[in-house]
């Protein structure tokens, strides 16, 4: 079937850098978004990548790869603010207009 | 701007009773989407509306569920009745059609509970 799948737990100190992986598997699909989302709040938009590379928006970078089915998220100098669900979401094939979010990746900051 | 804006923010229930969710997407989007949200099932779609035109309703569990968006800038989601599995919590999301889809601003939220 068609599925977006991310670990379930990352764990990093303050001031590190963290790097979310997102597979999917999908014949095809347009591009990949990635939100944030705190305990008791909502998603929140961070990035979206319509074409393979990097995008870079201040601390964060996300990556993306049509051929390797492979994106992640890249977070530098962690703060505590940071800990937090992170999404990864595309239109799968047949999808319509609608985003697939991934399984979701809890991101612990520990000092 | 002012955000999608939903309401009620908590909701609590007796089963069988009917909830009504509302949601008034950003000015200028003309997609909107209902979201449920458990620890169980993750973040799920339930429903979108192009130009206030439902598009895909699968993800809607059952007939007990509905929605609807009689215009631009309003819209509802029911359950009738409630069961306690309903509990959860559901975001309504607005976005510009197209490639916006990627871009979907989130309202805060109602947490449901039916006991």
């Known amino acids: 079937g068609q599925s977006l799948e991310q670990p379930s737990e990352v764990t990093a100190v303050e001031g590190a850098i963290v790097q979310i992986n997102c597979t999917y598997q999908?014949?095809?699909?347009?591009?990949l978004s990635w939100y944030q989302q705190h305990d008791g709040g909502a998603p929140t938009f961070l990035s979206y990548?319509?074409?393979?590379g990097l995008e870079e928006t201040g601390r964060f970078s996300s990556f993306l790869s049509r051929s390797d089915s492979y994106g992640y998220l890249l977070l530098q100098e962690l703060q505590m603010k940071d800990s937090a669900s992170y999404f990864c979401?595309?239109?799968?094939?047949?999808?319509?207009?609608?985003?697939?979010f991934g399984t979701g990746t809890q991101l612990k900051v520990e000092l | 701007d002012a955000g999608v804006i939903q309401s009620p923010r908590h909701e609590v229930t007796e089963m069988g009773q009917e909830v009504t969710l509302r949601c008034k997407p950003i000015?200028?989007?003309?997609?909107l989407f209902w979201y449920r949200q458990t620890m169980m099932r993750g973040l799920e779609l339930l429903i979108y509306?192009?130009?206030?035109?439902?598009?895909?309703d699968s993800g809607m569990p059952e007939d007990r569920f509905s929605a609807k968006m009689p215009n631009a800038s309003f819209s509802t989601l029911k359950i009738q009745p409630s069961e306690p599995r309903d509990s959860a919590v559901y975001f309504c999301?607005?976005?510009?059609?197209?490639?916006?889809?990627?871009?979907?601003?989130f309202g805060p939220g109602t947490r449901l509970t039916v006991t």
């Open positions: 999301a607005s976005s510009r059609l197209g490639q916006g889809v990627y871009e979907q601003y």
């Open positions: 999908t014949s095809g699909f347009y591009g």
């Open positions: 990548n319509a074409l393979d």
């Open positions: 979401a595309a239109i799968l094939t047949g999808g319509g207009n609608k985003l697939t």
């Open positions: 000015s200028g989007h003309n997609s």
């Open positions: 509306f192009n130009n206030n035109v439902p598009i895909d």
